[in-house]
């Protein structure tokens, strides 16, 4: 029998919410609406040279369609940056080189003026793309090390439901999908918290937790023998012999490439708070 415990969250429970940089959730939108900003950063900029081109003369006017170039580099990606880069220089062509509104090209300087223009906000896009993509993983290991601190923390102090619910709202907070956290209690009912929209386990998910925990190897999602399972699961098992396990139902498409390294480190804190519970249970005993 299992005892599923997923409302009764205690207040020390909590872990502080992991906020990523606004330019790091700009990212993650739908890619219609990063391409989106992209053209219309693209159309601002277009405005404002048709506007400084009919009232002042201002050389390198080309250079205000760098602007929205390095703008959608940092907030919504490589890609749509590069897209602002090349309608920058259509709408150079377009708007303010001779003919105007035609993209036929009258001077040859305007050639390398435009082909100028697509070059430098493509380098300028690749750097600062690759400067926000650095500034972005700093921030997010420094939010996941505060959560990590936080966790073990809260844990050490906790008893065996506790933490299991501890646990579970720490793997939520660093990895926002579904997740699932059991704690195998021999002879008594074993302890389940999950987080989420998945509501109870199938049949092959808890073929797929015994398997691990038999093996002592992570199982992964949608991998015979276990095809119909969504979590990727993962042993844990203390010194103490107490067992549980730990399931993350990732994305197909959009499972973290180093996931494995940081569940291994909370299953080793996991671990670690069962076997100091039990110490300080058996001291009192």
Request: proline residues 5%.
């Amino acid at each position: 029998m299992t005892i599923q415990n997923d409302a009764g969250r205690s207040e020390t429970a909590h872990v502080d919410d992991l906020e990523p940089s606004q330019a790091l959730q700009l990212n993650r939108s739908p890619i219609v609406v990063r391409y989106l900003a992209a053209v219309v950063m693209t159309a601002l900029a277009t405005v404002v040279a048709v506007g400084l081109d009919t009232t002042v003369t201002i050389p390198n006017l080309s250079l205000i369609f760098v602007i929205p170039v390095v703008v959608a580099s940092v907030t919504v990606g490589l890609g749509p940056s590069l897209c602002s880069a090349v309608l920058g220089a259509l709408a150079y062509n377009f708007f303010l080189t001779e003919p105007r509104y035609s993209f036929e090209v009258e001077d040859p300087a305007y050639i390398w003026a435009i082909g100028l223009l697509f070059v430098v906000g493509c380098i300028t896009s690749a750097v600062a793309s690759v400067a926000r993509r650095k500034a972005d993983d700093a921030l997010l290991l420094k939010q996941q090390a505060a959560v990590l601190r936080r966790y073990s923390r809260e844990a050490a102090s906790s008893n065996s439901r506790s933490i299991v619910s501890i646990t579970a709202d720490t793997l939520e907070t660093l990895f926002q999908v579904p997740t699932v956290v059991i704690l195998i209690s021999e002879g008594a009912e074993n302890v389940i918290e999950k987080r989420g929209q998945i509501e109870v386990l199938n049949q092959e998910e808890t073929e797929a937790t015994q398997s691990s925990l038999t093996n002592r190897r992570p199982v992964k999602a949608g991998v015979y023998p276990f095809d119909a399972s969504r979590f990727d699961f993962w042993p844990v098992v203390s010194h103490a012999g107490r067992k549980g396990v730990i399931g993350l139902a990732f994305d197909p498409d959009e499972r973290p490439t180093a996931s494995g390294t940081l569940v291994e480190l909370v299953g080793n804190m996991f671990a670690l708070a069962l076997d100091s519970q039990h110490a300080g249970h058996s001291t009192h005993s």
